[in-house]
């Protein structure tokens, strides 16, 4: 069964997000008194007897909407993730290749990029503008009967969405030397073993403008200077 973990302090946007049809069948905890998404996603442990019951969590933002019901993919979800013992973290979109020496955005690794990513915004006429960004194809399939899911093997994903055994995320925290609001989902990702992409579709309702922040260039040279002096396991090979 799936939770979901949604670091909000907004209650507006987290009643929208857990009122989302989409969302009914899943099990939903925010989290929304730590100071930024590195901490929440930290404190998962914290939640282990609120979590009996559940062996998948899903890790998502109050402004990320799913397009189908997450419940329903659950059968083909658990193919990908027991096909390896290896812990895994999925997500949506992300590169194949990743090397921090030469650049920490995942999105410039052209011809290494996998999934989509649907996006929406209001303009100032209230009017919605929505735009799908499709950042590469899927190269692998997982089938239970007539039903598939594509996948692709990833060196990181984004974190809008990431999905993964509630076993790993408890007792052993890949965003354990994650800090800020920021690359959480790089750290995280180079701290697995193994690391996949997935053709679920949701709405992502969020521009990135984060991105603009002095914040956000200051743990971006954190993760190059902890990518360089071996922070990362083994199996990250820079």
Not at 41 to 65: A, M, N, S, W
Not at 107 to 131: E, F, P, Q
Not at 190 to 217: A, C, I
């Amino acid at each position: 069964m799936i939770a979901a973990i949604v670091y909000s302090n907004r209650p507006g946007q987290f009643n929208k997000f857990k009122e989302h049809p989409f969302h009914q069948k899943m099990k939903i905890i925010q989290i929304s008194d730590a100071k930024n998404i590195s901490e929440a996603y930290q404190r998962i442990p914290e939640y282990k007897e609120e979590l009996k019951g559940y062996d998948k969590i899903v890790l998502t933002h109050d402004d990320v909407f799913f397009k189908s019901d997450l419940v329903d993919s659950e059968p083909l979800i658990d193919g990908l993730l027991l096909h390896s013992e290896k812990d895994t973290l999925i997500g949506l979109a992300g590169s194949k290749r990743f090397d921090a020496r030469i650049c920490i955005y995942w999105w410039n690794y052209l011809g290494s990029l996998t999934g989509t990513v649907d996006h929406a915004k209001y303009n100032k006429d209230g009017s919605l503008k929505r735009w799908s960004n499709s950042y590469g194809p899927f190269d692998h399939v997982v089938n239970i009967g007539e039903k598939y899911l594509w996948y692709s093997k990833a060196k990181v994903i984004d974190g809008l969405f990431i999905l993964a055994k509630k076993d790993y995320l408890v007792n052993r925290n890949p965003f354990r030397n994650s800090r800020g609001n920021h690359f959480y989902d790089i750290r995280a990702s180079l701290n697995t073993p193994r690391v996949l992409v997935m053709d679920f579709r949701v709405e992502h309702f969020g521009l990135g403008d984060s991105m603009q922040s002095n914040d956000y260039v200051q743990e971006g040279k954190r993760l190059l200077v902890d990518s360089k002096s071996g922070v990362f396991p083994e199996h990250y090979n820079i």
